[in-house]
């Protein structure tokens, strides 16, 4: 690697087919958790696709995407428990196909208490994709020690995607599970802005920061600034909680549930992005990612540029010389 940046990056070679569209996986959220129900314990499971990640057909009367989900537990050495349904997701106009708003399915699975296995295949049928995630939880009977569960980040009763939160939004919560509280307590949730780099990575060279830097992975974790703090009070046993949270800005948040006195604690991450994301609504939002494709002097004249004009002509000029075919160019 060292030989290889003292040389320099190669030249940024371009595949023109590569910048037609092309379908993908169809991207979608798992989200599991190890809760407590009326009958012991249960392994919750949201998965959630966007619209803007289906294929769709048109019906009789709006745009139809066909889509069938499989879910498996899996525990080691026992049989897996599979369930499978079809689901139409159906949206008024093309505007509805490009929303990036989740449509949640939720399934729940009472389980004698250990570690699970969760896999959920999505099938896009009209693009013939498939696409397959997995998670680990631990599901616990009640009767043990006290314990927060199912950290989730909702808005009313819909759940919200935890990796993709728009900036902003007002009627957040924290929905969690308190699990056999002995008695009455606080309850203190705790928002932290974790210190993250928003920005294209730098060109790779013989600086490149070592592993585990924040300018290798972007997020710091032991750099927290404390943006919002609420106290409310939960009662004994069994509970389930929605703490509220501010409207917040881009960034990476760090969300901790706590039982005050006591070790009980739980936390998760989020990401918070524009409300526009992910589309491309400006010119400093296309030129960041080129690090990735182009060498220093590529980029030096559309970084050194004066004015907005200047760095557009220099951004057009850029795609101009790595693309034969000057209309996909313009594109």
């Not at 600034?225 to 609420?230: H, I, L, Q, Y």
């Amino acid at each position: 690697l060292v030989a290889s940046a003292c040389a320099g990056p190669a030249p940024a070679r371009l595949d023109t087919d590569a910048a037609a569209y092309r379908a993908g996986e169809p991207a979608f959220v798992l989200d599991v958790a190890g809760v407590v129900g009326d009958a012991g314990a249960v392994v919750d499971v949201l998965v959630g696709v966007a619209p803007a990640a289906l294929a769709f057909r048109p019906g009789v009367d709006s745009l139809e995407a066909v889509v069938r989900w499989t879910i498996s537990l899996e525990r080691e050495g026992g049989a897996p428990r599979v369930l499978s349904a079809l689901d139409t997701v159906r949206v008024a106009s093309s505007a509805g196909a490009r929303s990036t708003v989740p449509v949640w399915t939720r399934e729940r699975f009472p389980v004698p208490p250990g570690l699970y296995t969760v896999r959920a295949l999505l099938d896009d049928e009209a693009a013939g994709r498939t696409a397959e995630q997995r998670s680990e939880v631990l599901a616990r009977a009640p009767g043990g020690l006290p314990r927060l569960a199912a950290l989730r980040v909702a808005r009313g009763a819909a759940p919200i995607d935890g990796t993709g939160i728009p900036a902003g939004l007002d009627s957040l919560a924290l929905s969690l599970q308190a699990i056999d509280l002995a008695a009455e307590a606080d309850l203190v949730v705790t928002v932290a802005r974790v210190r993250s780099d928003s920005l294209a990575a730098a060109s790779v060279d013989v600086s490149t920061p070592f592993v585990g830097s924040l300018s290798a992975l972007g997020i710091d974790r032991s750099s927290l600034d404390t943006v919002a703090v609420s106290r409310q009070r939960v009662g004994p046993g069994t509970s389930a909680v929605a703490a509220p949270l501010p409207a917040l800005r881009p960034g990476v948040y760090r969300l901790t549930a706590a039982v005050d006195g006591s070790p009980t604690s739980a936390a998760r991450y989020v990401v918070v992005r524009r409300q526009d994301y992910p589309l491309l609504t400006r010119l400093g939002d296309l030129v960041g990612p080129l690090v990735y494709l182009a060498d220093g002097a590529a980029l030096r004249p559309i970084r050194e540029a004066r004015t907005e004009a200047a760095r557009r002509r220099a951004f057009d000029a850029f795609w101009g010389a790595e693309m034969d075919d000057r209309r996909l160019a313009a594109a």
